[in-house]
């Protein structure tokens, strides 16, 4: 790699956490108190960045009140001669966040930003800028790739305990100095309240700070708001995101538990019992509180594909907004599938178009493991596979069509990247071994939780051969942080020659598992 040397977390975090010093809660109380609302505009909840490109980027930012955002980039920390970028205007239509895109930036460099928060009656009256700074995707495929990926943040009762460290995990993926974040969904869990304190097996107390919207399952707007905002209470999550940009992809959570179109909830937690109006209220949420490029379009959609240099394309799925309902998954024919036929024949595309060395799948959910869906006391299915190790069935049907494609227009480097399951493990898949054998050999990574429930390993499916090369799990249910099991992957790809390194981590950076793959291969 031949990344530039990284300026110093303290300098680059100096202004945003002195900015952030409205969150800073009392020791005692263990709750988050309100932005005072005296003097001048305040961005108390740090600055984000997301879905970098090679000239371009998204800066978003929170405000304690109306204001102008407004952005100014420089090459130093000085900010000598800076670019200045006006965005919108942040009120209570998006509760006060807002996104300012950044384009004409030079390629694979570092960029220092600031965002002012100006008085709309007064643009002289403005706040304390908070700073942040990224790296753009580089044109010049000698300088490499770095990122890290993972997912699934304060579920099953677990959220930020300060005597822990709070979201520790942050600092072990920044220490990595990556140019980006994939969060492969699960960013919040809008159905998983959180308690002052938690009993832990070992007679230990897990003491979470708590807010009001986190103390009930997530119905109205605000309160998914909410749940994106008790996140960043955390100062490991704000350091993180001043110094790492994302991209982002949701999954169940961010709504409910299993969710799908048209679902109607027995949960007796919920007075509202319409998914379809939970996810619209949901989606209104997620867009307002990360930086996302296709949020921005009339159609708002989360896939997307990100291309990162002549090295890597990253395809970021949503298997969550087009699926079918969650079955028993043996149907013979299923032309909706998982991923709905526009998503698919949009990735196949994209894929065949792409001239990346690496082609990621960003993928919300596995693709070989069983994933059961026994909330109402049937049988069914939530991801993929479903336990029939013969020809495809079910949602199985349309990723067959999807790896059969790949294999016959001979795309290469595809490599599966995914979170949910709250465990880390490789997957390699392989005709030899499958029911299916219509499709090239491929890789499948999963990592993750961030800071949530571990679980003991899934099932494997054996439709599409595979094997599992590597695996640590739980051996019992919803580990705490505190026992351990908390993970993220690392890639690496190096410029010289193109060769991709994954690394699977634990939460304190120590690597558990390493496979090197050659690039310009149809299946690996």
Not at 14 to 43: D, E, H, I, V, Y
Not at 107 to 136: C, K, M, N, W
Not at 239 to 267: C, K, M, R
Not at 316 to 341: C, E, F, H, K, W
Request: with cysteine.
């Amino acid at each position: 790699m031949s990344h530039r040397p990284f300026p110093g977390r303290r300098s680059v975090l100096r202004g945003s956490l002195a900015a952030s010093a409205a969150l800073t809660l009392p020791s005692a109380l263990g709750a988050a108190p309100a932005f005072a609302l005296s003097g001048r505009p305040k961005a108390g909840w740090g600055v984000q960045t997301g879905d970098v490109t090679c000239d371009s980027g998204l800066v978003w930012v929170r405000s304690d009140r109306p204001a102008r955002m407004i952005v100014e980039t420089s090459a130093t920390e000085s900010f000598r001669n800076p670019r200045r970028w006006h965005g919108p205007l942040l009120g209570k239509g998006t509760d006060f966040t807002g996104t300012t895109q950044l384009r004409g930036l030079p390629s694979g460099e570092q960029i220092h930003y600031r965002v002012l928060l100006a008085d709309p009656d007064d643009p002289r009256r403005t706040g304390e800028p908070v700073t942040g700074t990224f790296r753009t995707a580089s044109a010049r495929r000698r300088d490499g790739v770095r990122f890290v990926w993972s997912g699934d943040l304060a579920g099953q009762g677990w959220g930020i305990n300060p005597e822990f460290g709070g979201y520790r995990i942050y600092d072990a993926m920044a220490a990595l100095d990556p140019d980006f974040f994939i969060c492969s969904g699960d960013n919040i869990y809008a159905d998983g309240p959180i308690s002052e304190t938690v009993a832990l097996p070992d007679g230990r107390t897990w003491r979470n700070i708590t807010t009001e919207e986190k103390s009930k399952v997530a119905q109205t707007l605000s309160e998914f708001r909410g749940n994106f905002r008790y996140n960043l209470l955390d100062e490991n999550l704000r350091a993180f995101n001043a110094q790492v940009p994302s991209i982002i992809q949701w999954d169940d959570h961010e709504v409910t538990n299993n969710w799908y179109p048209g679902e109607i909830l027995t949960d007796t937690r919920y007075t509202e019992k319409n998914v379809d109006v939970l996810a619209a209220r949901a989606r209104q949420a997620f867009s307002e509180y990360f930086p996302i490029s296709t949020l921005r379009r009339p159609d708002g959609r989360v896939y997307r594909v990100q291309h990162y240099g002549p090295l890597l394309d990253v395809f970021v799925l949503d298997m969550r907004t087009y699926r079918n309902a969650n079955s028993p998954d043996n149907q013979t024919t299923d032309p909706q599938g998982i991923l709905g036929r526009e998503q698919l024949e949009w990735l196949k595309r994209e894929l065949s178009r792409s001239r990346a060395v690496w082609k990621v799948i960003a993928s919300d959910m596995p693709l070989g493991l069983v994933v059961p869906d026994t909330g109402d006391g049937k049988p069914n299915i939530e991801a993929v596979a479903q336990g029939d190790p013969g020809a495809p069935l079910g949602r199985e049907l349309q990723i067959a069509e999807l790896l059969r494609f790949v294999k016959h227009r001979r795309i290469t480097g595809t490599v599966w990247l995914t979170a949910d399951v709250h465990y880390t493990s490789a997957q390699h898949y392989d005709p030899s071994r499958a029911a299916f054998k219509d499709f090239a050999p491929f890789w499948e990574f999963v990592s993750g939780p961030l800071n949530a429930g571990a679980f003991p390993a899934n099932t494997l499916d054996g439709t599409f051969g595979p094997d599992r090369v590597f695996v640590k799990a739980p051996t019992t249910a919803n580990v705490s942080p505190a026992g351990g099991y908390q993970f993220f992957g690392e890639v690496d790809i190096d410029g010289d020659s193109g060769e991709m390194t994954v690394r699977l981590r634990e939460q304190d950076g120590t690597v558990l598992f390493t496979q090197a793959l050659q690039p310009g291969r149809v299946g690996q």
